[in-house]
Every structure is written in structure tokens, then in C-alpha cells.
């Protein structure tokens, strides 16, 4: 059974910085892609980056980059989301998503959420 | 850049079929894709790559695509499947998702 678990999140101040990670098991975690989505309170889902199952293709979306990193460790089933200078803005549940070609997500972890607040 | 855009809402009695839309310039020559998130929940894949269902998902979901429109109907809809629906596409290499704003469907 794919399972995917995503650490605690948290309140973080303005300008703070806070690493995620998502526990993956029940497949073989190095040939897939893996994925963050993140959702705003009471707002639609917004892709955040992707990472594929050997780190050499990394993608982020346009308003995380610079500020967010993606990253894996295949040999613990580990994907992270290193997040630096947070906004308000980034406030949201963000989701760990195992992806099939890059294009789409067909499991995903129950998610964690992140305030940015002072 | 791309946008795909959804209906805010969609109402329908039991039993009747229900039609989402979803229309982007992305969606002419990029698959599209359908979650299912009901609330305090994590989205599901209800279709992908246009029209192919994930085993485990009832047979009255299904999806179709023309043009720069995809669409998800369910038919003989249930008050379980009230919930939000969003679609979600790439741009023509791969490297960018796009959602849509999400449609909830509402079972009167």
C-alpha cells in the first residue's frame, strides 16, 4: 500500500525558514517522481515543485523560486521542501505527491500546515 | 502563461448527470487530469490523461477532451460525491503543473 507522510508543519515568523519532509513507503520509491502542492486556507491547489526519482530534473513554479528548495534521499524514502524567507502568502496545507511522468499525481500524503504569521 | 479555467460551482439533483468543464489553451496538445477533495481531506485522482479511470474509481466517473476543453460527467450522481473537483494539466514540455481554480459540485 503507497502510504506517504508528511512531518509536522508549524508557525513560522516572516522571513523564517522551515524544512518539510514527506516519508514515503510501500513502492519503489527512486522511480518515481515526488512532488509538492500546497493549498491556502479556503483557496484551490497550487503546484509548488517536483523532483525526479534520480534528483537530475527539478522544477519549481514561478512565485517559490529562490526561496524553496526541493530534495530526496532515495536510500531513506525521504522527499524535503526546504522553505526560506516565508510570506504570509505561504501560509497553506502542503501536500506530498507521488508523480506518474511528471504529469500527473496519483497518491497523495494527507498534508501539514504551514502558517506564516508574527 | 497558462491558466485552466473551471466553473465555480455545479449543482445537480441525485441520480442526475453532472458535467464539470475545464478550458485552457494547455489542454490542446497536454493531457487532462481530475481530483476529487472533499473537505479536511487530501485530493484524489479521479482521471487521467483525459478519459482513463484509476482502478478503484466507480464507473460513473469518466472524462472526455476536445480541442482546449476537458470535461468530467458523473453520472448518476450521489450525495457522496458532492466535493470539490479540480483539473489539472502541464505546459507543453512537462515542467510547470497548472491547476484549475476547482468547481464544487453541490448534490441538491
Known amino acids: 500500500e503507497v502510504q506517504l507522510v508528511e512531518s509536522r508543519g508549524g508557525l513560522v515568523k516572516p522571513g523564517g525558514s522551515l524544512r518539510l519532509s514527506c516519508a514515503a513507503s510501500?513502492?519503489?520509491?527512486?522511480?518515481?517522481?515526488m512532488n509538492w502542492v500546497r493549498q491556502a486556507p479556503g483557496e484551490g491547489l497550487e503546484w509548488v515543485s517536483s523532483?525526479?526519482?534520480?534528483?537530475?530534473?527539478?522544477y519549481y513554479a514561478d512565485s517559490m523560486k529562490g526561496r524553496f528548495t526541493i530534495s530526496r534521499d532515495n536510500a531513506k524514502n525521504l522527499v524535503f521542501l526546504q522553505m526560506n524567507n516565508l510570506r504570509p502568502e505561504d501560509t497553506a496545507v502542503y501536500y506530498c505527491?507521488?508523480?506518474?511522468?511528471?504529469?500527473?499525481?496519483?497518491?497523495w500524503g494527507q498534508g501539514t500546515l504551514v502558517t506564516v504569521s508574527s | 502563461s497558462y491558466e485552466l479555467t473551471q466553473p465555480p460551482s455545479v449543482s445537480v439533483s441525485p441520480g442526475q448527470t453532472a458535467k464539470i468543464t475545464c478550458s485552457g489553451d494547455?489542454?490542446?496538445?497536454?493531457?487532462g487530469y481530475w481530483y476529487q477533495q472533499k473537505p479536511g481531506q487530501a485530493p484524489v485522482l479521479m482521471i487521467y490523461?483525459?478519459?482513463e479511470r484509476p482502478s478503484g474509481i466507480p464507473e460513473r466517473f469518466s472524462g472526455s477532451g476536445s480541442g482546449t476543453t476537458v470535461t468530467l460527467t458523473i453520472s448518476g450522481v450521489q450525495a457522496e460525491d458532492e466535493a470539490d473537483y479540480y483539473c489539472?494539466?502541464?505546459?507543453?514540455?512537462?515542467?510547470?503543473?497548472?491547476f484549475g481554480g476547482g468547481t464544487k459540485l453541490t448534490v441538491l
Open positions: 505527491a507521488r508523480g506518474q511522468t511528471y504529469e500527473y499525481f496519483d497518491y
Open positions: 510501500g513502492f519503489t520509491f527512486s522511480s518515481y517522481s
Open positions: 523532483i525526479s526519482g534520480l534528483s537530475n530534473y527539478i
Open positions: 494547455a489542454l490542446s496538445n497536454q493531457y
Open positions: 490523461k483525459d478519459n
Open positions: 489539472q494539466s502541464t505546459d507543453s514540455s512537462a515542467t510547470y503543473v497548472i
